[in-house]
């Protein structure tokens, strides 16, 4: 199937007399002939045992996001934060350490270089165009992992997927790369060799601004057991009756070690009402990722021509530096996002935000509707001035989400904001 036609028909199929949409299982429990039937599923959970593990509805709305993003599998999380703490505690242990691009969003920042170094994990950062000697001089023996963003939250570099693949694989190790922006309607990581995706689907993947969540796609192309320094994945497990994930589990070994060693002890899945308003929001992705980069792009254009703009940053505009990066990985266009800074730094970038009538002032991205954000004062607002720097943000950069309205509408809303600065 096509992406559009997976986005309605993967993960759920009724039979016959069944509910043609995906029900809601509500329950946090399920029935067993015997007490050996339960023992065994300790022992291998190829069934439903527990809603802190696995539920019916989540299960069907993970199925359409892993066919969606082409990977093995995949798990549903409480959001996107607890996406990259599961994926990041997944691949290392204290004394670890791992690389990250340093424009990703402020909350990775945040959680990756102050909540993981109390837990002894080292994040080594690097530039998004940081070349293969910068990136081999980042590497130590204890290096498990590289991160990236497809589309930078909000400097929006894009991520050459292929290029930091293969320098992680020669050093066996996987690739991860958080795909919220571009979602796989515009970018599958896999096919360009990533090895794990992660989304916060509060963003586009549910794009109504109506719950929180997130989720972990296994691609289920790394060889754990070719590379030395993934033990967990190749020797016995004790807390969980000595399994070895990637002898049992194969190319689903990242996922299955994910739920049955994190999610059972941290407990952040998602209730299943959560995930059938996030299956709705999917089901109307691939048309309105269409109109989120029709609208963003004009948007951008026109912002470009307004001498009170210092400068507009959309990977879609001629001229974008990394345009080069867009033809390859991101043809079918660059998100609703845009990133521009107004003349006159924090204040005047305040007076545009307040002007605004139709647009939002608010802490998100990606709705429906269009919504601004100050980046340094709000989402970035922990970070150093070398880590905003680092990042591409400055005091006037605004972050502006542009929605599903009419385009004349948007256009005219900024306009008479821009007559306040």
């Known amino acids: 199937m096509k992406q559009e036609t997976l986005c309605l028909h993967a993960g759920y199929e009724p039979k016959n007399g069944e509910p043609r949409v995906m029900p809601i299982v509500q329950s946090t429990t399920y029935c067993f002939d015997s007490t050996e039937h339960i023992a065994e599923l300790f022992d291998m959970p190829t069934e439903f045992m527990y809603s802190r593990f696995a539920n019916p509805t989540c299960d069907a709305v993970e199925k359409k996001i892993a066919a969606l993003e082409g990977g093995a599998g995949a798990m549903l999380t409480s959001s996107g934060q607890a996406a990259a703490l599961c994926t990041a505690l997944n691949l290392c242990r204290a004394g670890d350490s791992f690389i990250a691009v340093s424009t990703i969003y402020g909350g990775t920042v945040n959680l990756f270089a102050v909540t993981l170094k109390k837990l002894g994990i080292e994040c080594i950062w690097v530039s998004p165009d940081a070349d293969d000697a910068a990136l081999e001089r980042a590497v130590k023996p204890n290096t498990k992992f590289v991160f990236g963003e497809t589309l930078a939250n909000p400097a929006l570099r894009v991520l050459d997927i292929e290029r930091f693949a293969a320098f992680a694989h020669r050093r066996g190790i996987p690739l991860v790369a958080d795909n919220t922006f571009a979602t796989p309607m515009l970018c599958r990581p896999i096919e360009w060799g990533a090895d794990i995706v992660l989304h916060s689907t509060t963003k586009y993947m549910d794009g109504h601004a109506v719950q929180c969540g997130g989720v972990i796609v296994d691609g289920g192309t790394f060889d754990w057991a070719a590379s030395d320094l993934f033990p967990e ?99 079918r266009g660059c998100s609703g996002v845009i990133s521009f800074s107004v003349k006159g730094g924090r204040a005047a970038a305040v007076r545009f935000m307040d002007s605004l009538t139709l647009a939002s002032n ?46 004349d509408d948007i256009i005219a809303d900024l306009t008479q904001a821009l007559a306040h600065v």
């Open 362 to 407: 608010v802490v998100h991205v990606a709705d429906i509707r269009t919504c601004v954000l100050h980046p340094a004062s709000s989402t970035h607002r922990q970070l150093t001035d070398e880590q905003l720097a680092a990042a591409g943000i400055d005091a006037g950069m605004i972050r502006l989400s542009v929605g599903l309205e009419h385009i």
């Open 233 to 331: 994945f190749t020797e016995p497990d004790e807390s969980y009756h000595g399994v070895v994930y990637a002898k049992e589990f194969g190319a689903q070994a990242f996922i299955i070690k994910a739920r049955m060693q994190l999610m059972r002890d941290f407990g952040c899945y998602p209730s299943a009402h959560s995930a059938f308003l996030l299956n709705l929001g999917l089901e109307t992705l691939a048309v309105r990722m269409e109109r989120y980069c029709a609208n963003a792009l004009c948007a951008a254009q026109f912002l470009e021509t307004s001498d009170k703009i210092e400068y507009v940053t959309y990977p879609g505009l001629a001229g974008s530096r990394d345009s080069a990066l867009v033809q390859k990985y991101l043809p």
